[in-house]
């Protein structure tokens, strides 16, 4: 094995181009109005806005892969790893739990799970198979895992329901989520959460596919034999989370089920594989810094990922929360506001909503790039 490269130009724009996904889809001007892939799947299936939760995993696999073999290379030991990692878990999943509380704080019927706790739970639950587990070993937890979850979600009786019943509220992991977090779930549901606890089992792989990732980045091959194995993975995957799909689960975001793990583990590789081709194999110069310059947005966009993902969501409450009075005696939030000027452009319901995302996108570069050309750098 390696040593720990430097810096990925690769994993930072992967990480950018995530980040500004989730900024986009996350910010539109009107919720009623929007394309299609700009929303997640009704339920089962999959749009391009499923695509953003398991990158977000999948590059924190990677990340964690790269900076133990660091860590592990300066003469950190076993527990100061496993300190580390857990220290930064606490602290992901704190700042999510407080934007969960804001503005009203209210501890009786505030909702536990989230974005940012799961990101927390996998990165717990992966320490310790990531400090202790070969490779082969961690590839066999990912299998025995994702066959638990289907076991129990195929074949457990859920009680008044039945077994593997995959609708919404009704599933295995529904179940679950009312014993341990009732009345502390998903507002528009309340009865289940697309961040609740079982389903954190699949997400756990997805992570998990991101370290093996990561670890193979750390091996004796070379950069364009990587390229073509990272590629040839992602393509398989790619093949069985359809075959999933047909004959196992139905791809379907909320339940994270085995099919979609895969299927999105696959697009992840392709999708990092080209970045790491562009921007830190290529052998051609030129091309790899034309590539840079192209990239160099959202290079600087990933280089403070996490404060962004909070930062944007903070802001998207308080622009929800905070109402401005009107010239009719009415108040509109501030968001809606900001919103009236661009609205009622004559390119079409749809597209101002897009155009107001874009906007708030751009504020939220504007930030980085900002925090960048200063080197700050908020790391966890």
């Known amino acids: 094995m390696r040593d720990a490269p430097g810096r990925l130009a690769s994993l930072d724009g992967f990480r950018g181009f995530t980040i500004a996904a989730m900024v986009l889809v996350n910010n539109p001007g009107d919720w009623s109005q929007l394309y299609s892939q700009l929303e997640h799947a009704k339920w089962n299936g999959w749009t391009f806005t499923d695509t953003i939760f398991p990158f977000f995993l999948f590059i924190g ?20 790893l496993l300190i580390k990692l857990a220290k930064r878990a606490c602290l992901i999943f704190l700042i999510g739990f407080l934007l969960n509380l804001i503005p009203y704080f209210n501890f009786e019927k505030v909702r536990i799970p989230g974005v940012l706790q799961r990101i927390a739970l996998c990165t ?20 025995a895992l994702l ?4 076991a129990l979600m ?8 039945g077994a ?17 977090l009732s009345g502390h779930m998903w507002v528009q549901t309340k009865t289940w959460d697309p961040e609740g606890l079982f389903t954190t089992i699949p ?11 990561g670890r193979f980045l750390l091996s004796k091959f070379s950069r364009t034999e990587q390229t073509v194995w990272l590629l040839l993975a992602g393509l398989l995957l790619l093949w069985l989370g359809v075959i999933g799909d047909a004959i196992l689960m139905p791809i379907n975001k909320s339940l994270w089920t085995p099919s979609y793990c895969l299927l999105m583990t696959g697009w992840a590789l392709l999708i990092f594989s ?18 840079a310059r192209w990239t160099a947005p959202l290079r600087i966009y990933g280089m403070n990922a996490l404060f962004i993902f909070a930062f944007s969501g903070l802001v998207a409450k308080m622009f929800g929360f905070i109402k401005l009075a009107q010239p009719d005696g009415s108040s509109q939030s501030l968001g809606r506001t900001l919103y009236a000027p661009i609205r009622d452009l004559p390119i079409g319901a749809v597209n101002t909503s897009v155009l107001y995302a874009l906007l708030f996108n751009a504020c939220m570069f504007a930030l980085a790039w900002a925090m960048w050309r200063r080197k700050w750098f908020v790391k966890v």
């Open 61 to 80: 696999g990677v990340s964690m892969a790269l900076s133990l073999g660091r860590l592990a290379a300066s003469g950190a030991n076993t527990p100061q």
């Open 124 to 143: 717990l639950l992966a320490a310790p198979i990531v400090v202790y587990c070969g490779w082969r070993l961690q590839l066999a937890l990912i299998a």
């Open 147 to 150: 066959t638990l979850y289907s």
């Open 154 to 161: 195929l074949f457990y009786p859920v009680p008044g329901i």
């Open 164 to 180: 593997g019943v995959l609708e919404p509220g009704k599933d295995f992991g529904a179940y679950v989520d009312r014993m341990f």
């Open 203 to 213: 997400a756990l792989c997805s992570q998990l596919f991101g370290v093996l990732a």
């Open 274 to 291: 080209a970045f790491f081709w562009l921007l830190d194999v290529n052998p051609h110069r030129a091309v790899r810094a034309a590539a």
